[in-house]
C-alpha cells in the first residue's frame, strides 16, 4: 500500500465518522434554573388572571340580574287590532239619547246623520227580513230591524190596532187625539199592524209628520224598483223605567246607493202639552 492510498484510506475513515456524528440528536442541555422559575411563574399569573377574569364576570351578571328586578317591565306593544267599521259612539249610546233635553227643534240628527250600519248589518244574503225584539220586563218594545224591500209592504188593508202600549193614557186634544198608536217599522213598509213589538205610546206630532215623512222616503225608494233593498231600525229610547218613550231613535241605508240615508232622533213630544213620561199622564200647558 502506498502512501497515498494510505492517506485516501484514512480520509473516507474521518468522513464517515463525520457524518454519523451529524445525523445523530444533539444533546439535550439542562435549562438554567432561573429560566425555569420564569416560566412556573408566568403559569402561576395566568391563572390567577383567568380566575380575576371569571370573578368579575359573574359579578357582572349579578348586577345586571339585580338591576332587571328593578327597572320597570317595558310596555308590551298594543295588538293592533283588525280594522273593522263600527257604528258612532252616538248611534248606539241609548243613555245619551235618553238623556238629551228638548230644544227648538223636535227632530235632531245623529252622528252627523250617518247610519253606521257595520258591512255585517247591511249584508244582502238572507234578502228582504224583519226582526223585532221580545218586549221587555216592563211590557215595552224595545226595537225593530229589517232589510225592506218591496215584497214586505202590504197587500190589504190596515185593520184598526186593537193593541194598547205602554203608558197608553191617551186624551182629546184640539186637534184630534195626544197619543198615537205608532209603530217602529210603519205598516206600509213592513205589513206589520197589531204587533204588540212594533207599537209605542207616541204623540201625534212624532208619528205624524215627523216619522211619516222618513217611512215616505223610503217607500217611493222601494216602490220606484221592486229589486231595491233598504237596511232600516228603529228605537223607542225610554229613560229609566219610564213606560212612554222619550224619542225615537230612526237609521236608514239604501243598498248599493245613498238615495235613502239617515239617523235622526225625534223627540217624544207635543206642542201645549207636558207628558208624564213614567206612567203617560199629561197637562196642558
Not at 327597572?71 to 241609548?94: C, I, L, S, W
Not at 258591512?119 to 225593530?144: C, F, I, K, Q, V
Request: charged share 20%; hydrophobic share 40%.
Amino acid at each position: 500500500m502506498t502512501k497515498m492510498t494510505r492517506s485516501i484510506l484514512a480520509l473516507v475513515a474521518l468522513l464517515a465518522l463525520s457524518g454519523c456524528q451529524a445525523s445523530a440528536d444533539p444533546p439535550t442541555k439542562p435549562r438554567p434554573a432561573a429560566i425555569v422559575a420564569q416560566i412556573a411563574a408566568t403559569k402561576q399569573a395566568n391563572t390567577a388572571l383567568k380566575r380575576q377574569i371569571a370573578q368579575q364576570t359573574d359579578a357582572i351578571k349579578a348586577a345586571q340580574a339585580a338591576l332587571a328586578k328593578l327597572a320597570p317591565a317595558a310596555p308590551a306593544q298594543p295588538t293592533q287590532p283588525t280594522p273593522t267599521v263600527t257604528p258612532p259612539p252616538e248611534a248606539t249610546d241609548t243613555a245619551k239619547l235618553a238623556a238629551l233635553t228638548p230644544g227648538a227643534a223636535q227632530e235632531l240628527t245623529v252622528a252627523n246623520n250617518d247610519p253606521g250600519f257595520s258591512p255585517a248589518e247591511l249584508s244582502t244574503t238572507a234578502g228582504a227580513w224583519e226582526r223585532y225584539a221580545d218586549l221587555d220586563s216592563l211590557n215595552r218594545a224595545t226595537d225593530a230591524n229589517a232589510m225592506l224591500n218591496f215584497s214586505l209592504m202590504p197587500t190589504e188593508k190596515r185593520e184598526a190596532l186593537t193593541w194598547d202600549p205602554t203608558g197608553w193614557r191617551n186624551k182629546r186634544t184640539a186637534h184630534g187625539w195626544l197619543y198615537n198608536r205608532s209603530h217602529l217599522i210603519g205598516f206600509q213598509l213592513s205589513g206589520e199592524n197589531n204587533n204588540p213589538k212594533n207599537l209605542i205610546t207616541g204623540t201625534q206630532s212624532l208619528n205624524n209628520p215627523l216619522m211619516l215623512a222618513h217611512e215616505m222616503d223610503v217607500a217611493t225608494y222601494l216602490k220606484a224598483d221592486h229589486n231595491r233593498l233598504v237596511r232600516y231600525e228603529v228605537r223607542p229610547i225610554y229613560r229609566d223605567a219610564e213606560l212612554v218613550a222619550r224619542g225615537v231613535q230612526m237609521r236608514a241605508q239604501s243598498i248599493g246607493d245613498n238615495s235613502i240615508h239617515f239617523n235622526v232622533y225625534i223627540f217624544n213630544l207635543e206642542a201645549g202639552y207636558t207628558i208624564n213620561y213614567a206612567d203617560g199622564t199629561s197637562t196642558v200647558n
